[in-house]
């Protein structure tokens, strides 16, 4: 069989346009980024400013990520574009996933993996500027030997070519065949390199980012987790962090006894304003186009429409017109004019709206629509039971039933606090925003 040409090359682009993945370090994607000029600014001037931890707080799918992404990739330009007064940051190039089993230990050992691949790709840059980074090669050559504990591995996760190359120059290198080290060991050495790269905090540091930590609201001891790190990892010389958090937990978690005014306020990252969605996909449509006659099987019009119509959230939006375009035939869709395809878009996205209005509508209340309306149109999807008020209720009990109820049909998620055991955070999920998009607003009934 000939070998199937992806959807995204008939359209003319060497990948989606759509892409629901977060910007990233290593990518040259700060021309991606739309509108965010003052967070961006924000961020840079606490790294800059010696701030050990920014704290980046907003819904699922705004943007946190990919602006830490693009804010590490920004500062670990400074000192090449400019001389060496300008702080040295390194950035690794991903980030690091907060999951349901980690421990302190664990994502100490993960942080370090990141911390000891960004020193190695650098090896040479450091140590041209005279820093002494004491047993590198010993390092090196524990990394190829069976005693090296999974770090080989590790740190190749995340720098590829740290392992595959240079290792084995160091293997070379290296003369010498003592001792290995264990684990504490390691990351004492780690930390030695840390203080002899990063003397003051004004000169820079390792930028690691924290993502999703709304995580933690599923451990059983997550703020205590996030505490003990504190110390053991937020406030190591040489580290700089960007976390970020969906549903008010990277807010919840700063404000503890332990954390509070330690690190500054989160910067809360807001959804775009429709008037700057177009350019998003103006910008994606720019850096992946291949052929001049390249066409986008969803403009950057169709997809302000779809990202207003389902409660503004970037990542739903961009998933709807990805899906789309997958599941629509190219060669169709050639001969259309724009506004054609575009129609088409809004169809396939009423459907799939209706798709799950049919489904539900026997079992959905008029006063649940409303609330779940009101949440997708007025409140972009996200809510606490404090916001009570916004939906027309006084009592919290009748307003909690409507949202269990919406809950049952997965057309929002509703979790505890964990901070606040009564305050329950709503969120709309995907499904409950497109039946929003899809039910004809004359049929949602007045207060
Ligand atoms: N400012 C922006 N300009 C252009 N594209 C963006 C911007 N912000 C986010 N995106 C895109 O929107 C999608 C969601 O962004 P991202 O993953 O950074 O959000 P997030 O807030 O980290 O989400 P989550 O809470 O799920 O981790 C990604 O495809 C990303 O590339
Ligand atoms: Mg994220």
């Known amino acids: 069989m000939e070998l199937p040409v992806g959807v995204w090359g008939h359209y003319g682009f060497s990948s989606s346009p759509y892409s629901t993945s977060a910007l990233q370090v290593a990518g040259a994607d700060e021309t991606l980024l ?9 961020v840079l001037r606490d ?34 574009a400019r001389d060496s007064i300008a702080p040295l940051f390194l950035a690794p190039g991903r980030p690091l996933e907060l999951e349901e089993k980690d421990t302190a230990s664990s994502l100490e050992r993960r942080a370090y993996f990141q911390v000891a691949g960004s020193i190695l ?3 040479d840059r450091l140590i041209r500027e005279g820093i002494n980074l004491t047993q590198l090669n010993e390092f090196r050559y524990w990394l190829t030997t069976p005693t090296g504990g999974g770090w080989s591995a590790g740190i190749g996760a995340s720098f590829p070519a740290v392992i595959g190359t240079n290792l084995s120059i160091g293997r070379t290198r290296s003369s010498n065949t003592s001792t ?6 390691v990351i004492t050495l780690i930390d030695s390199w840390l203080a002899a790269i990063f003397v003051t905090p004004e000169a820079g540091g390792v930028i690691l980012l924290l993502d999703n930590l709304e995580v933690l609201s599923r451990f059983t001891k997550g703020v205590q987790l996030f505490e003990s790190l504190r110390d053991r990892l937020f406030k190591r010389q040489g580290l700089r962090w960007i976390i970020s958090g969906a549903e008010g937990t990277v807010r919840a978690a700063l404000s503890t006894p332990k954390m509070s005014g330690v690190f500054p306020e989160p910067i809360d990252i807001a959804p775009l304003p429709h008037d700057l969605v177009k350019l998003v996909i103006a910008r994606r449509e720019e850096a992946f186009r291949v052929r001049s006659d390249a066409k986008l099987p969803v403009s950057p019009s169709a997809f302000e429409d779809a990202y207003a119509a389902t409660g503004r959230n970037l990542r739903i939006a961009l998933g709807l017109a990805e899906r789309f375009s997958l599941r629509t035939e190219p060669g169709d869709m050639a001969w259309m004019t724009p506004e054609e395809r575009d129609a088409r878009f809004w169809a396939w996205t009423v459907n799939e709206g209706e798709k799950v209005i049919k489904q539900i509508s026997d079992k959905v209340t008029d006063k649940q629509w409303k609330v779940l309306t009101t949440l997708v149109t007025d409140l972009d999807g996200f809510a606490t039971s404090a916001n009570a008020g916004d939906f027309g209720y006084k009592s919290l009990s009748s307003f909690q039933a409507h949202v269990q109820a919406l809950a049952a049909l997965r057309l929002v998620n509703y979790t505890a606090d964990e901070q606040d055991g009564r305050r329950r955070i709503i969120t709309a999920t995907e499904t409950g925003r497109l039946a929003v998009a899809s039910r004809p607003s004359s049929s949602v009934p007045g207060k």
Request: no cysteine; proline share 0%; charged share 20%.
């Open 34 to 42: 739309v509108g965010r000029d003052q967070e961006l600014r924000t």
């Open 180 to 185: 290995g080290f264990t684990e504490s060991g």
């Open 121 to 123: 790709a650098n090896e």
């Open 47 to 80: 790294l800059i400013s010696g701030t050990q931890m920014v704290a980046l707080e907003g819904d699922y799918g705004v943007g946190k990520s990919s602006l830490a992404a693009v804010a590490a990739s920004t500062a670990s330009r400074w000192r090449q």
